[in-house]
């Protein structure tokens, strides 16, 4: 079996393990690491990238361990799924004060490989709270509206070093996050825009 292969089988477990769905359609968990993994697929990520896609929600929402995913799929996938995954707890605050938290600790962790993950998951994540929980998506929508010019905007994005220096302008991935965030606060009704532009305000005050 491929590190791809195993990945997909060891993630599937993981989720089923803990009886996660996803939340709004009620699916199997995996589908959501699967789609992330093959948006990172079409962009050329390397096996390790699409490996690491695959697993970025074991170490948050299962029982894997850094220890299991390093011993099984070594210290670079390890290391980029612990890059990816959100530290803060409910003792830590109200959601703003975790989001911060998060926030900070993703601009410190993250690379360019990793960037391309995140983005990946943002846009498919951003497009089912869009669709199925408006009320949800206001503040939702302010927090991917914010990660985006903090984690983003202004650093490397891409599979390997020649592909960042050959990119021109923002990364297509980084263009079509903003349009499904921008897209989906213009669709919400007037008082949902202010809810999200409060929240994103609240953000800015806490940075």
């Not at 361990?65 to 011993?71: A, D, K, R, V």
């Not at 302010?142 to 020649?162: M, N, P, R």
């Not at 297509?172 to 965030?181: F, M, S």
């Amino acid at each position: 079996m491929t590190i791809i292969e195993r990945a997909k089988m060891f993630a599937a477990g993981a989720h089923a393990g803990v009886g996660q769905k996803r939340k709004y359609t009620g699916e199997d968990y995996i589908t959501h690491p699967i789609a992330v993994s093959e948006i990172v697929r079409e962009q050329g990520g390397t096996d390790e990238m699409i490996a690491a896609a695959l697993l970025h929600d074991t170490l948050e929402d299962t029982r894997v361990t850094y220890g299991h995913i390093f011993e099984l799929f070594g210290q670079r996938v390890a290391d980029m799924v612990d890059a990816l995954t959100n530290k803060a707890r409910p003792e830590d605050g109200d959601r703003v004060a975790r989001f911060m938290i998060n926030i900070d600790r993703l601009s410190k962790n993250l690379d360019m490989q990793t960037r391309v993950i995140k983005l990946a998951d943002i846009i498919h994540n951003t497009s089912s709270v869009i669709a199925l929980d408006q009320n949800f998506a206001a503040r939702y929508l302010a927090e991917k509206d914010f990660t985006l010019q903090v984690l983003f905007y202004g650093h490397d994005i891409g599979s390997s070093q020649e592909e960042d220096d050959n990119q021109t302008g923002a990364h297509d991935l980084l263009i079509v996050a903003e349009t499904i965030v921008r897209t989906g606060i213009a669709k919400l009704p007037p008082e949902l825009q202010e809810v999200t532009r409060a929240t994103y305000r609240a953000f800015v005050d806490k940075a």
